[in-house]
């Protein structure tokens, strides 16, 4: 099943403390563009365990209580892996903006995966606007979409 951003629902956010500046920054974007968004943490800049934040953003996905889930770490390796193993869910590491089209428009992914240490907060805004308009384009990708579950 395709994903299709649902803009009734709350955007979900995480972050490690790598990553708080551009999780604060990005909620504050967002807001300001209209969005909702749930906020998962973390909150300071004590050093933390980026699954802590990454599963309750994932799961909020995957159970539909958020239209997609934004997380963001130094790397966004740590983020991306944890997510991913949530069966629902989709989460895709992006650090430019052709990185980011595709994996909505191939990869159908509900998650965007951030790294703040290696772009900058201009491109982590380009990349989640791309992200959130980008369309699924289905046809062969669907067939490659559709074998990635493990059940």
Not at 75 to 90: D, E, F, L, P, W
Not at 106 to 127: G, K, S, T, Y
Not at 134 to 145: K, L, M, Y
């Amino acid at each position: 099943m395709s994903y299709v951003f649902n803009a009734a629902l709350p955007i979900a956010i995480g972050s490690d403390h790598a990553g708080l500046d551009y999780k604060n920054a990005l909620v504050k974007w967002l807001n300001e563009k209209g969005y909702k968004v749930t906020d998962f943490g973390t909150y300071s800049t004590d050093s933390v365990d980026y699954p802590d934040f990454a599963h309750p953003t994932a799961t909020a996905v995957e159970k539909g209580d958020a239209a997609f889930g934004i997380l963001i770490c130094g790397s966004a390796n740590g983020v991306a892996i944890t997510a991913n193993k949530h069966q629902g869910i989709r989460a895709g590491l992006s650090w430019q903006n052709d990185v980011a089209r595709l994996i909505r428009q191939h990869n159908d992914a509900n998650m965007i995966c951030i790294p703040a240490r290696f772009v900058a907060l201009a491109l982590a805004e380009q990349m989640l606007d791309i992200f959130m308009n980008t369309p699924f384009e289905g046809g062969r990708h669907a067939t490659r979409v559709g074998k990635i579950a493990c059940n």
